[in-house]
């Protein structure tokens, strides 16, 4: 079993010029991440910068769960608090239906 850990810290600017920097842990297992779906991922959560927090943290795991199978790719994404799991062909087209879901429960929790 191939398991790949980053830790990255990127620098958000917010309104009024004030920065943020979100704690975003990926772990990649049974495959080796390529640099080009770690940069896709910290574009992609750049949609979340007015919901989160500084201090929040965010958890990606990544897996191939049947190597000959379509849809084999499972994403989990946990997110101050929040939870979405999915499962596709690719690891883009789980992360966006995770973060698509993750906006929804952000929205409702923003509402109540």
Do not use: W, Y
């Amino acid at each position: 079993m191939c398991k790949k850990s980053c830790t990255f810290a990127q620098n958000f600017l917010q309104t009024l010029k004030t920065d943020t920097i979100m704690n975003v842990t990926i772990n990649a297992v049974n495959f080796e991440m390529a640099d080009k779906l770690e940069q896709f991922i910290e574009k992609k959560m750049n949609r979340f910068e007015r919901h989160l927090n500084a201090d929040d943290k965010v958890e990606i795991r990544m897996s191939v769960v049947k190597p000959q199978t379509n849809n084999n790719k499972e994403v989990k994404i946990k997110i101050a608090g929040l939870f979405a799991e999915k499962t596709a062909d690719t690891f883009e087209e789980g992360i966006d239906a995770c973060l698509s879901a993750m906006e929804s429960q952000l929205e409702k929790r923003k509402n109540n």
